[in-house]
């Protein structure tokens, strides 16, 4: 469902694009090291998760997301590859990497913003900057903790430092 709703947004948001651009999720790519050919973007924003062990949930107010993309002139197609940060649970003695839910809102902002990069890297416009902000609803009590955030395990996270 949640990656439904990021190809929904980015087709929507790519139409206006003079190539075509596919959007996919890979966990895979590396932050800080995008393949050659490929620019890189990466854009924090509030979250929510689920712990799938016990049922626990929690806010986060950076949860961060990698944007690797590449346009092939040749073929008229672009592609954008995007990792999702994970966080675990506290709680749980073993816990999984859970996914983020990212409110419909939020995405639109970062694919808007996404747009805006692939717009100046791929075409050399710049068509200014989107004053639209990311929307962080809810409580976020508590200090970061690091050593459940895959953000800060891939040595991305600020907020770990």
């Known amino acids: 469902m949640e990656n439904q709703k990021w190809m929904s947004v980015f087709r929507m948001r790519a139409e206006n694009l003079q190539d075509q651009w596919t959007l996919y999720m890979d966990d895979s790519i590396q932050p800080q090291r995008p393949d050659p050919g490929f620019y890189e973007y990466i854009k924090g924003s509030y979250a929510q998760f689920r ?3 016990c049922g626990r949930s929690w806010p986060s107010k950076r949860v961060l997301v990698v944007f690797h ?13 995007a990792r999702r940060c994970k966080q675990e649970c506290r709680r749980c003695s073993h816990p999984r990497k859970e996914m983020p839910t990212f409110s419909q809102e939020n995405i639109d902002v970062m694919v808007e913003k996404l ?3 692939i717009q100046i ?18 409580n976020v009590n508590g200090p970061h903790e690091s050593g459940h955030c895959e953000a800060c395990k891939l040595g991305i996270c600020q907020q770990g430092t």
């Open 51 to 53: 712990c799938s062990g």
């Open 69 to 81: 993309f590449s346009r092939d002139v040749a073929s008229g197609h672009g592609s954008v590859k």
């Open 115 to 117: 747009i805006e990069k």
């Open 121 to 138: 890297r791929c075409y050399g416009q710049n068509a200014g900057q989107s004053n639209r902000v990311l929307n962080f609803s809810g």
